[in-house]
């Protein structure tokens, strides 16, 4: 753990507000995501974690505070843009483009990496020739490393969901993304696909370092993976720490299972 | 080589070219052989036809990159033909321009209106989208019927047959290699951009917006990208059709054309430059159909009259049967039958998609 506190900060969310209307989703939010780690962050239904990535990736625009990556202020801009300085997401109900094959899907998530302009595009010049051959190749090599190479021409439509939530995993890393956000990776599959994507997580996380949050409900699997917890309840921060400290924290178990006094313990 | 191999395919640049086998290549040949020797064997009546159906379709591929791809629904289509048109006929009277100017003059005109017809896109979806777009084609009809008052050329604006290099384009002949030319160039440019980064973040934005946000597609500039290349190549269209025609008045585009160029789109079968190109022929040839089964069929001669109208009924007919009974239009009929003889003789479970 010492090793990781020395870890140079990848993302920041500093003092984090979030309110829709009235309703107050995100409450004086803070949290510090470093090189390397995998940050899991738990909570029961409803505190707000999928929002805290919507917040992240400029879906949603936080009323107060500030969310920092790379020495820039991500709060106020553009989903796309958020996108371009290298934060890739997936979601939790995969969002694949249905109608287009595994291989565009891929490369749709590689849009910012790509450097052609329209012009070219319309007489598909030597130089669009060469871009689309040189990201084909970067994108056969991602979708070699979740294994699905073999489906790279079918249409995302006749995948089965933990197919397509795999590839929308491989989608996210087409960007090459700086950090990754994981929104319930592991919803909708069974335990057999979930053991082949905490097989990919791990890999992604030794072999590459990006730096990962990660939503998530299975406890177990967050146990066993991530570095670190991070505890919503109702918006608000509630603990962080080792996952075997903060699933043991009555706290937490309280948030869980609802309002039994559990502090004196 | 791969002409010298099989059709194995040993490099990612195979899987970006349109023509990869040797029967393909073969069939092409075959194609572009039967265009050329077409005009020479066509009855007069049959060379108009094709010239009407490749100039639809330069129109019906414009149409089809905005609301089959990019998923953006337009009924301004008649108003920018109108406008490439009437940019062709006002620079001819005016200023006597020829063609070389015009045309470049329309696309731009097309361009212009497009990123500013393509703005309500960026808060609209569907219907009020379409609405919205209405708008074009009134303001365009009303600024064509104002010019052609005020010049006094009520009854339309005369332009003399263009000159390419010298030739003047005056027979049917010729007109079909020229609009051959152009149906072949959009489509080309149009494949192009499908192939490429623009046309996927196109196609993903029709599929889910905030997804395609979200992976670093900037989509308002797609939206109005989409918006500018379509209306300027529709323009265009607008200027090729002034110069085929040798007339343009407003008349001549109506609402009713917008429809005609949404039902290529839908009765071709969306998101499919193939679903184009058949939409256009079908929309182009229904209307002689109907005259022509009119004629063979013992009809009372006292219904003859009624030939339009039951032309628009039975136009409207068969849009709606497209709509509720194949959704995929004439592609979708086309792939499930090349499914049948792929399979053949083996029986086959339909394929969805």
Known sequence: MAEQDLAPIALTLDHLFLEFGGLSVLQNLSLTLRAGELLALIGPNGAGKTSVLNCICGIYRPSRGSIRFAEQQLVGRLPHHIAQLGIARTFQHGEMFQGMTVLENLLVGRHARIRTGVFGEALFSRAVRAQEILHRRRVEEILDFVELSAFRHRPMASLSFAQQKLAGFARALALEPKVLLLDEPSAGLNRDAREDLARFILRIKHETGIPMIWVEHDMQMVADLSDRLYVLNHGEYLTDGAPKEVLSDPKVIAAYLGGAKHEAA | ?353
């Open chain 2, 1 to 353: 080589m791969p002409s010298s191999s099989g059709y194995f395919r040993t490099h990612y640049d195979q899987d970006l070219r349109f023509i990869d086998t040797r029967t393909q290549r073969y069939c092409l040949w075959l194609l572009l052989a039967w265009l050329a020797i077409y005009p020479f064997l066509a009855t007069e009546m049959l060379l108009d036809l094709a010239n009407q159906v490749l100039l639809a379709s330069v129109g019906a591929i414009a149409l089809m990159l905005l609301t089959g791809f990019a998923g953006q629904v337009s009924l301004g289509h008649a108003g920018l033909l109108a406008a490439g048109a009437f940019t062709a006929g006002i620079l001819f009277k005016e200023f006597a321009a020829p063609v070389w100017v015009t045309l470049p003059a329309s696309a731009a005109i097309g361009a212009v209106l497009g990123l500013l017809f393509g703005l309500p896109s960026l808060r609209l979806r569907g219907l009020y989208l379409a609405v919205s777009t209405l708008a074009l084609h009134f303001i365009v009809a009303y600024l064509g019927g104002e010019y052609e008052a005020k010049r006094g050329f009520s009854s339309g604006i005369v332009i003399d047959p263009p000159v390419l290099f010298g030739w003047v384009l005056d027979s049917a002949q010729a007109w079909y290699f020229v609009l051959l030319a152009a149906s072949a160039g959009t489509l080309l440019l149009a494949a192009n951009l499908l192939r490429s980064k623009t046309g996927r973040a196109w196609r993903a934005i029709h599929d889910r917006e905030a997804v395609a946000e979200a992976l670093g597609v900037n989509v308002p500039a797609h939206k109005l990208l989409a918006f500018v290349i379509s209306s300027s190549l529709t323009a265009m269209a607008g200027c090729l059709f002034a110069y085929f025609r040798g007339f343009v008045s407003v008349e001549a585009f109506t609402l009713f054309l917008s429809i005609q160029y949404v039902a290529m789109v839908i009765v071709g079968g969306m998101g499919s430059l193939l679903g184009a190109l058949l939409g256009a022929a079908f929309v182009v040839l229904f209307p002689y159909g109907i005259e022509w089964a009119m004629a063979i069929l013992p009809i009372p001669t006292r219904w003859s009259g009624m030939v339009f109208a039951v032309d628009y009924a039975a136009f409207g007919l068969v849009m709606i049967a497209f709509l509720l009974f194949e959704p995929q239009g004439l592609v979708g009929i086309w792939r499930r039958m090349q499914n049948y003889f792929l399979l053949w003789p083996f029986k086959q479970q339909l394929m969805r998609k």
